[in-house]
Nanobody, 123 residues
Framework: QVQLVESGGGSVTPGGSLRLSCDASGGSLRQYRVGWFRQVPGKEREFVAAIRFLGGNYNYADSVKGRFTISINNAKTTVYLQMNSLKPEDTGVYFC????????????????WGQGTQVTVSS
């Protein structure tokens, strides 16, 4: 089974950038789609972006479209989330996960969640 580890989080000011990584341990990312979600205490886990690892297929939440870019490396072992023009509302713990489901915006469709990486955007 593939284990996922998120990294790259940190604290930035509004307008700054971060690049998150989702690394697969124990093999390649085998499922059809990899997604990024974020969560703050007391709120639902929110869809951010997803990518199909076999062939290009990119999906973004409306709130991040035009600012975030999801990508995957050639070995299909790491998924990246480039986050530009960050806003305070982007703050949260960011998770990656995998799914075969077409319903890629729903957290319940995913499995193999990582432990998350904290992103804080504040002035």
């Amino acid at each position: 089974q593939v284990q996922l580890v998120e990294s790259g989080g940190g604290s930035v000011t509004p307008g700054g950038s971060l690049r998150l990584s989702c690394d697969a341990s124990g093999g390649s990312l085998r499922q059809y789609r990899v997604g990024w979600f974020r969560q703050v205490p007391g709120k639902e886990r929110e869809f951010v972006a997803a990518i199909r690892f076999l062939g290009g297929n990119y999906n973004y939440a409306d709130s991040v479209k035009g600012r975030f870019t999801i990508s995957i490396n050639n070995a299909k072992t790491t998924v990246y989330l480039q986050m530009n023009s960050l806003k305070p509302e982007d703050t949260g713990v960011y998770f990656c996960a995998t799914t075969y489901s077409v319903a890629y915006t729903r957290a319940s469709s995913y499995n193999s969640w990582g432990q998350g990486t904290q992103v804080t955007v504040s002035s």
